[in-house]
DNA sequence: AAATCGGTCAACCGCGACTTT
DNA sequence: GAAAGTCGCGGTTGACCGATT
């Protein structure tokens, strides 16, 4: 059995705005089959947890504020290392951040401060703040609907719902080769225009994936690649 | 100035759970 | 119902960078 050759490492630029641009327009699945038709040269695990932790719309990226500081702590105390729950409850932040979070700066300075102050916030005086923050962010998420910056999120994510199910359980052959299908449409056509010398002959093309999201026919590719007839 | 150390964080790995065939 | 494929989670690794010696 051939074995083919899987990037691994730092992931470039270029490689960034080919996962987003895919990503935008097949969903956040099958992610195998996503890795294989866009010619990353990754695994699907990996394009994964590039999309999740880093290209994902509306993560933070910036320090943690103190707010976030305890509910992570208090969290911790309460599920234990479960870092996609906690992740959960933390808008905008993945369970990956949470993690090296705690592990570099919070599992410390708990230590430290064992018995001390910090621990004593902990326990009484931000208690409520901590409730309130709790049951602000799990009230969102059990109705659905996230507060200010996860509104925009929302909406691709729903968008993505607007793809008839039934074309996700097409499976890897036809779905694979309708893709490249597209892919070859896609060079033809819309890189035949304005993008021609930004797509290469591997049909990758270095072109902002806004574009895509925001391009007044964007969908109606979607609607020409899933139909199969 | 160079070497070493320690902190940080992106990315990988292994495994179990779940889904699909 | 079994096997294969896929996903998601938590632990770990390794590259990078600033601080210290």
Partial sequence: MQREHLR???????????????????????????????GLGRSGKSCRLRWMNYLRPNLKHGPFNVEEEQLIVQLQKQLGNKWAK????????????????????????????????????????????????????????????????????????????????????LRRSPYETRILDWIAELKKGYCGKELEQDCNSTGKCNHNPQEFEEGSDSWDYSGSLWDMN
């Fill in 8 to 38: 691994k490492g730092t992931w470039l630029q270029e490689e960034d705005e080919q996962l987003t641009s895919f990503v935008a327009r097949l969903g956040e699945r099958r992610w195998d089959s996503l890795a294989k038709v866009s």
């Fill in 86 to 169: 906690i992740a959960k409850r933390l808008p905008g932040r993945t369970d990956n951040e949470i993690k090296n979070y705690w592990r570099t700066h919070l599992r410390k300075k708990a230590q430290v401060q064992q018995g001390g102050d910090f621990k004593h916030k902990l326990e009484s005086g931000t208690q409520d703040l901590n409730q309130q923050s709790i049951d602000m962010v799990s009230k969102d998420y059990s109705t659905g609907k996230v507060s200010c910056q996860d509104s925009e999120w929302e909406t691709k994510d729903s968008s993505m719902d607007t793809l008839p199910l039934s074309d996700w359980e």
